[in-house]
């Protein structure tokens, strides 16, 4: 019997390196934090801890559910809004395959309204969301 390791590192890179070809315009897509100076509007990617969620849709071995949360970041309410939209398009219909799995299954599961923080005049406006992408081995 074979069992597959699930390679959850390739999993965040291949949703990253999705993002960023698919967002365009010059538009950052971070890996978990900011670096250098910040343009806006950009994408923040927090990778939260994945599971295992049992027997596989697909194949051998079992799933692993990942849950990535994306904060569209910027200078004003819609700049944010259609960043967030831009990137829940893309999150659900790019096809993401790694190293013998596939992403079979994808759900939004939190979208948050788009919130200002910061001084009147010079505030960032946030819009959450968070996702539910389920990996399983490919079928040969």
Do not use: K, N
Not at 40 to 68: I, K, R
Not at 120 to 133: D, Q
């Amino acid at each position: 019997m074979t069992v597959q390791i699930a390679p959850t590192q390739q999993f965040a890179d291949a949703l990253i390196a999705a993002l960023r070809a698919g967002i365009g315009d010059g538009i950052r897509v971070y890996d978990g934090v900011t670096y250098g100076r910040a343009t806006y509007p950009y994408l923040l990617v927090h990778h939260l801890q994945p599971t295992l969620s049992g027997p596989p849709l697909l194949g051998d071995g079992e799933d692993l559910t990942q849950a990535p949360q994306l904060d569209a970041v910027g200078q004003r309410r819609d700049q944010a809004q259609a960043l967030a939209d831009r990137a829940r398009q893309r999150i659900l219909t790019v096809t993401l395959e790694v190293a013998g799995w596939v992403c079979a299954c994808r759900e939004t599961e939190l979208l948050g309204q788009a919130t200002p923080e910061g001084q009147p005049g010079h505030e960032l406006w946030t819009v959450p969301a968070r996702y539910t992408l389920t990996w399983t081995p490919a079928t040969p």
